[in-house]
């Protein structure tokens, strides 16, 4: 069974559009992450949600908004898309609490042209 | 802010060990992570320290000095399939994750 999946793997898109990224843990954990991580492989964190509530908002554009329609999904919307926004985005989950690990998704691989 | 680095590549051959370092500058933290992450897929969890000293699990250990601001994860009996990019991260009191640029090792025949 996969714990965290996402939805679409791949994709391709023009400067301009607008696009979604869908994000399912079947976990039962209380938190949930989305990570950008660019061409030199850093891994940045972008959002939490804890118990449907945005718990950090670091700062990155306000093109980007999270949308978690209960605890099991975390979908990020990107608006108005730019090549700097081409990366690899990773949902991940974990528990309630400091001290868990987490649990990546497998990545969607953004391509903006 | 946090500052964390990581020596950006390395190379072992197989059935060696192997140290990747870790060091940060953060007030406090609630625990410093390392995972592994193969080319093209995602980060997977390997271990955890919140209090000074060795963690060992199997083939992986990994040790932390607060005091020092450092850490290192070490891998036994290099194998092949070792070969991937070693993240380390800490979670700042009351902040998120925070990634080091990650380690990427190359097991050699």
């Known amino acids: 069974d996969t714990a965290v999946s996402q939805t679409p793997k791949y994709l391709v898109t023009q400067m301009g559009n607008d696009k979604s990224i869908k994000c399912e843990q079947n976990l039962g954990h209380d938190t949930m992450y989305w990570y950008k991580q660019d061409s030199k492989k850093f891994l940045k964190i972008m959002f939490s949600?804890?118990?449907?509530?945005?718990?950090i908002n670091e700062t990155v554009p306000n093109r980007f908004s999270p949308k978690s329609p209960d605890k099991a999904h975390l979908n990020l919307h990107i608006n108005s898309l730019e090549l700097g926004d081409s990366a690899v985005y990773f949902c991940?989950?974990?528990?309630?609490?400091?001290?868990?690990?987490?649990?990546f998704g497998p990545g969607t691989r953004l391509t903006v042209t | 802010g946090q500052n964390i680095d990581q020596p950006t590549e390395m190379t072992a051959t197989e059935g060696a060990i192997v140290q990747i370092n870790c060091t940060y500058q953060t007030s406090g933290f609630n625990g410093l992570f390392w995972y592994q992450q193969h080319a093209g897929e995602a980060p997977t969890f390997l271990s955890y320290n919140v209090l000074d000293g060795l963690e060992e699990k199997g083939r992986f250990s990994s040790f932390l000095s607060r005091s020092k601001g450092y850490s290192y994860l070490l891998l036994k009996e290099l194998q092949m399939k070792d070969s991937a990019s070693y993240l380390c991260?800490?979670?700042?009191?009351?902040?998120?994750?925070?990634f080091g640029p990650g380690t990427r090792l190359s097991v050699l025949p």
């Open positions: 991940a989950s974990s528990p309630a609490g400091l001290t868990y690990e987490q649990y």
């Open positions: 949600y804890n118990n449907k509530e945005l718990i």
């Open positions: 991260a800490v979670r700042p009191y009351g902040q998120n994750f925070v």
